[in-house]
């Protein structure tokens, strides 16, 4: 199974594509997606969709795995990153895929073991299952990634379950 997991941000989209072959896992490629902050926000949307449906193009993923958003105190920056996490989700659906969603507190679970794992220890734990030298950058890449691997473990343990 390929999976597409996706950070939504508006100045930084972070993706990761990687497939799953029982319990294993292997990176595709990963990266993030940037805007300008002089542009305007349509121009900003414009950009992540274009270059999200590009990526699913090439790499023709089975499933987008998306972090949902974790609302801080400013108002006005969660409601920029939902217009973002919307343009994902479009782009995701309008090419057909699969699109689950998870919480900060069940990609930490997935792979920490800790729902409020530090963001390094998720980072670590992203480096060590995915077999990679270093730690993704930026933090974004890392997150998607995890997203995916939060999605690959959740998956299994579905098929398990269906097969029971």
């Known amino acids: 199974m390929r999976i597409l997991g996706i950070d939504p941000g508006y100045a930084i989209l972070g993706y990761g594509i990687i497939e799953m072959n029982g319990n294993r896992f292997k990176v595709i490629d990963y990266g993030a997606v940037t805007t300008d902050a002089k542009m305007e926000m349509p121009d900003r949307l414009k ?9 699913i193009a090439e790499y023709e993923p ?7 958003l974790f609302f801080n105190t400013n108002a006005k920056t ?3 990153v939902g ?10 659906a309008n090419s057909g895929l699969e699109i689950e969603e998870y919480t900060p507190l069940q990609i930490k679970q997935a792979l ?3 729902g409020r794992a530090e963001k390094k220890q998720v980072q670590l734990m992203v480096k060590t299952i995915l ?6 950058k930026p933090d974004d890449t890392a997150d998607a990634l995890a997203a995916a691997v939060c999605h690959g ?6 098929k398990r379950m269906k097969g029971l």
């Open 47 to 55: 950009i992540l969709y274009n270059s999200l449906m590009e990526i």
């Open 62 to 68: 089975e499933v987008a795995s998306i972090e949902e």
């Open 78 to 80: 969660a409601i920029l």
């Open 83 to 92: 217009q973002a996490r919307g343009v994902a989700v479009l782009a995701c």
């Open 112 to 114: 920490v073991g800790y």
């Open 131 to 136: 077999n990679l030298k270093e730690i993704p």
């Open 153 to 158: 473990h959740s998956s299994g343990g579905r």
